[in-house]
Structures are given as C-alpha cells and as structure tokens.
C-alpha cells in the first residue's frame, strides 16, 4: 500500500488542531463551511506580496531558471523521515543571492503573516519549505523571508532555518503521520474558542453537543476544563449535578478566581442541562428592571460599528431609530418600517467629518438612549469624542445615553446558550439575519473587496449585515422588556 503524501497544509492544520487535519485528510468535504478568515488571510498575503515584489511574480520552473525576483506556483517535494513523502506549494520565492542549479541566484520561500508574532506553525512551515526548497534548487536555504502588512506599513522579518528548527519537524512529521493514520479523528479541543475560523467547525460543534463537552458551557475555555477533568468532571451533565460549595472548595487550589466562579459555572450548566433562562436575583428592588432608561424614553437609537480591527478602522456607524408607539408600549420588529442610517466613514475623510455627522444624528434624537451590545460601540464612540475636543460635559451626557444591552442581559439572566455572544443570543429568542451565514469576518472581507473594487452590491450586503445587528440587538432588549422587573 502506497504511503500517504503529507503536504505544507496538512502540516499547517496540525499544528492548529489535530482533529482538523485528521478530518482534512478523511473528513466527509461535504461537511465543510465556507469561512471569510481564510479569504481575508489570502487577500492580507497577497496585498504584502505586492508592496514586496511590486512587479508581476513568475511561474514554476522557467521563472527560477530565467532568475525572476520573485516566482508563484513551484510545487516542491521529497522525502522525510522514516521515508515519509512530502509535498509543499510555497506561496512566493523571492530571489536572492547564492548559486543553485538554476545559475548564479537561489531563492528562499515567503510567507505572509497574520498576527503580530511567528508562531509555531509559522515556523515549522517555513523550515518545511526550506527543506524541500533547499533538494530542488541543490543549495541551501538558510533563512526564510516573513511579511505582514502592506504599502508603507510593510513589516519584514528574517527567520534563521536553523538546525534546531530542523530537529522540530523531524520530530513533527512522523506524529503528524501517524495521527493521520488512525482509524477515528481526535478528540475535540479542550479550548474551542478559535474553532470559529475552521471550515469544520459546524461538524465539531454537533459532536460537542451530542457528547455535551464542556466547551459547550458558557464561560469554560480550556484551563477550566482541565481542572474540571482532573475532578472527574467530563461533561455538561456532570457539571450540572455538581456541588456548587464542594466544587468552589476543590477548585481554590487554583486562587480565589476559580473558586469564586464555581457557583456560577455549575448555575449556568443547570439553566443548559434544562434549557430554560434563569432570572438572577437584584441586589436591591431597585435593580430588578435591566433597562430602567426606557421607562420614559420617546425611542431608542441602536447603535452598530462594522471595524477593519488591522487598520483600526471603525468604517461604518449603523443606527436605527425605534420610536415608541403612540399607544406607549414598544414596537416589535415589523410593527413599522423602522429608519436605519448608515455612516460610512472612509478614512480620507478624516476623524473630524465623521464626528460632526454622528454629532448630528444624536442631536435629532436628544432624549434617546443608545443601545448596543458589547462595549466596543460605547468604548469606540468615547473614544471618538475624546479625540475631537468634545467638553467633558458633552461627553458625560454620551456616557449617560449609551446602553450596552449584552452587559444589561448578563447582570439579569442566565440563558440556556454556550455563548452570550449577539449572534447565539438573538438567535435563542428566534431572530434570524436575512443573510444566512454571514458573521464579521465576512463584513469585513466585503469591506475590503469594495475598497479595493468597488460594487454597490457589496455595498448593500454590508449595510443589510449591520442593520441585522442592530435588529437583533433590539430583539435581546425586547425581549427583556417583555419579562418584566424581577419579583
């Protein structure tokens, strides 16, 4: 039987999860999902590439023979440890001085980086690269080129392909061989936070509630969980049958941190174990209504920002104006054709026009308070404010309307979702976004198509996706208004 070809991408997988490479090599391709974060990490490395190499790159094997400065679509192989077979398609090779079969120059392999430091993966892609790069071209490749970031931003880095970075994927290749090799898939992660940028993720997040790992419960990443399995807790159910004092007791081992969110952790398990949200008692009688400011409101504006989090860019301000009824009682989603306003602000405009036109829309609307979900509205609005000059007493009145609806539902109300996040919320209570599928990732991804090429579609797809947001938002602060205060 013919040994299995381990690739660049295999490797790359593993190094992020086990169970995705496992599945990349056996996994049914029909359970895959299409994911934004790919597509933006490919439009990232591409835009490095062009500000590195501005000329167009040649192909394959005549491009490194005819010495081009920088060559695409070299598929590399050879052999590895224990007689492994190995694959690579390095995305870029930039030519550099040295001899190789190929005449008086040589090449080292590119990679665009995301984040801010090398990783792991990075690193032992790279040394796979040289490796297999080093056979082709008969000379060594002593150090790889890394780059981030794009036009006068562009950040290089040299990587020395050591030895020791060598011995890492001596060590790597053959474990990666044989967990490829075993007849069922890994287990799930312990932390399954970054599962959300896999394309398995739809397929793993069915067999984690079918199993009822732990990840599921809100507020558990993987640190937690380990403590938990070293208590003989392995699942949700366990969880939810626990003794909330004798788990604060097992877990003070671990500080006062963990001991203090043992209450809460197996109170959260029960309301999932059940699914049905428990009201959380008030502090004092005072506190049982989570959104006191509507008592009195004539509407409320909803507030949601689209950002590019790389550039620091807040590119659009969404708003939607919800007018009480003339009845008293507040709307529900399509009681009326509410006004959405969409602020796109592109950075050469400048800071200073955005905020005389977001100064605008909240003098039109003087007594409304300002709904949001999350801090980053509120953090991000303040901020803006700050930073044009606006009087402390202009910024206190914004301080005083703004109101985040995802810390008013957490202070009042344990749900029965793994996640308090708009989407798992909002959904819960049964909204559903008019664009099946889409998250930020691919706003964002929209965002950058457009800047780069235009196309009132995207445009409109991008301001559906925030005005969505901001009617689900409005869904979770109804849906509190329709509870009542706390008895």
């Known amino acids: 039987m013919a040994q299995e070809v381990l690739t660049d991408r295999l490797l790359r997988s593993w190094l992020r999860c086990k169970r995705r490479a496992w599945l990349d090599r056996h996994g049914d391709a029909s359970q895959r999902l299409w994911t934004a974060h790919r597509a933006l990490a490919l439009s990232d490395q591409l835009a490095a590439f062009q500000t590195l190499l501005p000329e167009k790159p040649g192909r394959g094997e005549p491009a490194c023979a005819a010495g081009a400065p920088g060559v695409v679509g070299l598929r590399l192989a050879g052999s590895g440890p224990a007689g492994l077979t190995l694959q690579a398609h390095p995305p870029l090779l930039e030519r550099v001085a040295g001899t190789s079969v190929w005449g008086d120059h040589a090449y080292r392999p590119v990679l665009g980086r995301q984040g801010r430091n090398l990783t792991r993966e990075h690193r032992l892609v790279l040394a796979l690269w040289g490796r297999l790069l080093a056979e082709r071209q008969g000379a060594p490749v002593p150090e790889a080129l890394v780059v ?134 008030p502090e004092t009688p005072a506190a049982a209504n989570p959104l006191p400011e509507l008592a009195q409101a004539p509407g409320v504006l909803l507030l949601d920002i689209e950002s590019d989090p790389d550039a620091r860019d807040d590119f659009l301000h969404g708003f939607v104006a919800v007018p009480r009824l003339g009845d008293g009682t507040w709307p529900r989603l399509g009681d009326a054709p509410w006004r959405y306003q969409p602020l796109l602000a592109l950075q050469h405009h400048g800071e200073a026009r955005l905020w005389r036109r977001l100064s605008r829309v909240l003098a039109r609307y003087p007594d409304w308070p300002l709904l949001h979900y999350g801090e980053t509205e509120s953090i991000a609005l303040v901020r803006l404010a700050q930073r044009q000059g606006a009087d402390p007493q202009e910024i206190a009145r914004l301080r005083s309307r703004l109101l985040d609806v995802h810390a008013r539902l957490r202070r009042h109300w344990r749900l029965p979702v793994n996640s308090y996040g708009l989407k798992a919320v909002a959904s819960w209570i049964g909204f559903r976004w008019s664009q099946p599928g889409v998250d930020g990732a691919r706003c964002l991804l929209w965002w950058r198509q457009w800047r780069r090429d235009g196309g009132r579609a995207r445009l409109q797809r991008i301001f559906t996706y925030n005005r969505d947001d901001n009617l689900a938002t409005w869904t979770v602060a109804r849906w509190l208004l329709d509870q009542g205060p706390g008895g």
């Open 148 to 281: 981030a970031g794009s036009g006068r931003g562009l950040q290089r880095e040299r990587l020395k392909l050591t030895g020791g970075l060598q011995a890492q994927l001596e060590e790597a290749l053959p474990r990666l061989a044989t967990d490829l090799g075993r007849p069922q898939p890994p287990p799930l992660v312990a932390d399954r936070k970054k599962c959300v940028l896999c394309s398995w993720r739809g397929l793993c997040d069915r067999e984690a509630a079918r199993e009822g790992h732990l990840s599921e419960v809100s507020g558990i990443g993987g640190k937690r969980r380990e403590m938990l399995l070293d208590l003989g807790i392995t699942s949700l159910e366990q969880l939810a049958a626990a003794d909330p004092r004798q788990l604060a007791e097992a877990l003070a081992v671990h500080g006062e941190q963990h001991r203090d969110s043992a209450a809460a952790l197996v109170a959260q398990a029960r309301v999932q174990a059940a699914g049905r949200p428990e009201r959380l008692q």
